[in-house]
């Protein structure tokens, strides 16, 4: 009796320790937040009487205040978000045919260098396979189009597979990422900027939300640069993140990657080893 109720616990420990995460992330993303916060009714109401008794100079002070709040933010935007076109020299940085093409350069260089190849757009494409064990791994797809040095769309796939050992089967994650990107800083070794589009979970869940994120790429000499990159966003009012850390051997117009890439789809969390190659257009 004894030994059954102890096989019986180990089986019950084993399914619970082997639950899919994947599963959980879809469902979690499909059922959202169940508590949701009330309290914007109470404040707005309370706001609204206390804007019927406010004086008029309080709604002086208020419209200078908003005016200074207008022009600091577009203060912020142009110098913090876009940069001074009329004083910052390296966003005027030519976008090269690929990185280390002339074994100095990374995506940029700068705008009176005197070129061999004359290079208007460029569309890099990359490939990895992210692993963190024998079941749950999967492929992470990207693809970038730069049609000058301003600006560039990214589309990231990733397509997750987890194997139940217990019962044999297996379930899969479709994670898809649209990106505007912008290259705030643009040095010949050293680029920086924001990104802003939306993230699309497909699947069971079939939902999408706004997304947001920074990336950096450090080109440090050798045919070797290292990229840093987040991207963050909330799909039915749960997070739906994605960290890439990642090291690049580049040869000719084609490069080898290896590094580490964290999810967060939900509640569950996923820790990937990452290594591919990709190659420039």
């Given at each position: 009796?004894?030994?059954n109720?102890?096989?019986?616990?180990?089986?019950?420990?084993?399914?619970?320790?082997?639950?899919n995460?994947?599963?959980?992330?879809?469902?979690?993303?499909n059922?959202?937040?169940?508590?949701?916060?009330?309290?914007?009714?109470?404040?707005?109401?309370?706001?609204?009487?206390?804007?019927?008794?406010?004086?008029?100079?309080?709604?002086?002070?208020?419209?200078?205040?908003a005016?200074?709040?207008?022009?600091a933010?577009?203060?912020?935007?142009?110098?913090?978000?876009?940069?001074?076109?009329?004083?910052?020299?390296?966003?005027?940085?030519?976008?090269?045919?690929?990185?280390?093409?002339?074994?100095?350069?990374?995506?940029?260089?700068?705008?009176?260098?005197?070129?061999?190849?004359?290079?208007?757009?460029?569309?890099?494409?990359?490939?990895?396979?992210?692993?963190?064990?024998?079941?749950l791994?999967?492929n992470?797809?990207?693809?970038?189009?730069?049609?000058?040095?301003?600006?560039?769309?990214?589309?990231?796939?990733?397509?997750?597979?987890?194997?139940?050992?217990?019962?044999?089967?297996?379930?899969?994650?479709?994670?898809?990422?649209?990106?505007?990107?912008?290259?705030?800083?643009?040095?010949?070794?050293?680029?920086?900027?924001?990104?802003?589009?939306a993230?699309?979970?497909?699947?069971?869940?079939?939902?999408?939300?706004?997304?947001?994120?920074?990336?950096?790429?450090?080109?440090?000499?050798?045919?070797?640069?290292?990229?840093?990159s987040?991207?963050?966003?909330?799909?039915?009012?749960?997070?739906?993140?994605?960290?890439?850390?990642?090291?690049?051997?580049?040869?000719?117009?084609?490069?080898?990657?290896?590094?580490?890439?964290?999810l967060?789809?939900?509640?569950?969390?996923?820790?990937?080893?990452a290594?591919?190659?990709?190659?420039?257009?």
């Amino acid at each position: 009796m004894k030994k059954n109720s102890f096989l019986l616990f180990c089986l019950i420990y084993i399914a619970s320790f082997g639950q899919n995460k994947l599963d959980k992330s879809k469902s979690e993303l499909n059922s959202g937040v169940s508590n949701r916060n009330h309290s914007s009714t109470s404040y707005s109401s309370s706001s609204g009487s206390s804007k019927s008794k406010s004086s008029n100079g309080e709604n002086i002070l208020g419209g200078i205040i908003a005016d200074i709040f207008i022009y600091a933010t577009f203060g912020v935007f142009k110098y913090g978000v876009v940069g001074d076109y009329k004083n910052e020299n390296h966003l005027y940085s030519n976008l090269t045919p690929y990185p280390y093409y002339n074994r100095k350069s990374g995506n940029f260089e700068n705008s009176d260098t005197v070129s061999v190849t004359v290079n208007k757009s460029r569309f890099d494409i990359e490939n990895s396979f992210v692993y963190n064990s024998s079941s749950l791994f999967g492929n992470h797809l990207k693809a970038k189009i730069r049609p000058f040095q301003y600006l560039y769309l990214q589309t990231d796939f990733h397509q997750l597979f987890e194997i139940n050992k217990i019962d044999a089967t297996a379930n899969r994650l479709s994670l898809f990422q649209f990106n505007l990107n912008y290259d705030r800083i643009r040095l010949e070794k050293f680029n920086f900027g924001w990104n802003l589009g939306a993230t699309y979970v497909g699947n069971e869940v079939k939902r999408g939300g706004l997304a947001y994120g920074l990336n950096a790429e450090y080109f440090m000499g050798n045919r070797i640069s290292f990229l840093a990159s987040a991207k963050w966003s909330r799909i039915n009012s749960l997070p739906v993140n994605t960290y890439e850390l990642q090291g690049k051997f580049h040869r000719n117009n084609y490069f080898l990657t290896l590094g580490l890439e964290h999810l967060k789809i939900a509640t569950p969390t996923y820790t990937l080893l990452a290594f591919g190659g990709g190659i420039y257009f």
